[in-house]
């Protein structure tokens, strides 16, 4: 059986403006990518960070996503925002720390039951307490696609060298797991937390047996509002997908 083709998601951390997300956009698709994320909704560790453009960075996504064909993946912090969001939305994001919230994931079953959800694993979370997320969403009739991330868990590494550990084991482990019939991708930004070992991790995360990887990326010579530090450039994102394609298809 062939495999299906590799699931590339990249875009920036939050949308900012709308020209920074048509601008990125662009890009995005210009080197074969169906998959555009952003965030609208932010949930920022700081509350004085940045929290994303809310209502108004949902619009422009839906306005890159008629202009560019994009499939938009967002993400959803609040059931409050579920019926705006999944207007927009072609996947729905349910974040690392959202992943233990029960609630939420119900009324994603019950409202947003045909919307494939892309579900990251919690940074702390063990492989019964993923399992037991993805039965929240099913056993309130959720009945789309549900794609797990692994953006990396907490340790000891504890900022070191990284922001959080890209637990590969994991994904080598569900993939093997045959009761396990989700695909799972690599989130390498949020795990590397720097820009220059983002490359690396992609490679790593695919040969560990991925289905794909969710990147960030930015505009070259500007600073993202989030997350900046670990945004690579687009021509590096060409650079890592190539690489990515062909330890895939090994
Ligand atoms: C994100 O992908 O924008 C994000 C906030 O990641 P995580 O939930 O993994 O921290
Ligand atoms: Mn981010």
Redesign the pocket.
């Known amino acids: 059986m062939s495999k299906q083709k590799p699931l590339f998601i990249a875009g920036p951390?939050s949308v900012e403006s709308e020209e920074q997300i048509i601008e990125i956009a662009k890009k995005v698709k210009k080197l074969g990518i169906d998959y555009l994320r952003g965030?609208a909704y932010?949930?920022r560790t700081i509350p004085d960070s940045f929290q994303g453009l809310g209502k108004k960075g949902l619009d422009f996504l839906k306005k890159v996503k008629e202009k560019t064909g994009l499939r938009i993946v967002t993400?959803l912090v609040s059931p409050e925002h579920i019926e705006e969001v999944i207007k927009v939305a072609d996947v729905v994001?349910v974040?690392?720390?959202n992943m233990y919230n029960y609630e939420l994931l119900k009324e994603i079953g019950k409202r947003a039951s045909k919307k494939p959800v892309l579900l990251?694993r919690g940074m702390s979370a063990t492989k019964k307490e993923l399992i037991g997320a993805i039965g929240y969403l099913k056993k309130h009739g959720h009945k789309a696609e549900i794609i797990v991330c692994e953006?990396g868990i907490r340790t000891f590494s504890n900022g070191e060298y990284d922001r959080f550990t890209l637990d590969l084991s994991f994904v080598a482990d569900l993939k093997k797991d045959k009761k396990f019939n989700y695909r799972i991708i690599i989130?390498p930004s949020?795990a590397a937390g720097r820009s220059d070992i983002v490359e690396n991790l992609s490679f790593a995360g695919m040969a560990a047996g991925a289905d794909g990887l969710m990147i960030e990326v930015k505009r070259e010579g500007t600073t993202a509002l989030s997350d900046d530090a670990q945004a690579i450039t687009l021509k590096k994102l060409k650079y890592i997908l190539k690489k990515s394609e062909e330890i895939y298809a090994l």
Do not use: A, F, I, V
Request: charged share 45%; glycine share 16%; net charge positive.
């Open positions: 951390c965030g932010k949930p993400e994001q974040g690392s720390r990251k953006r989130d949020h």
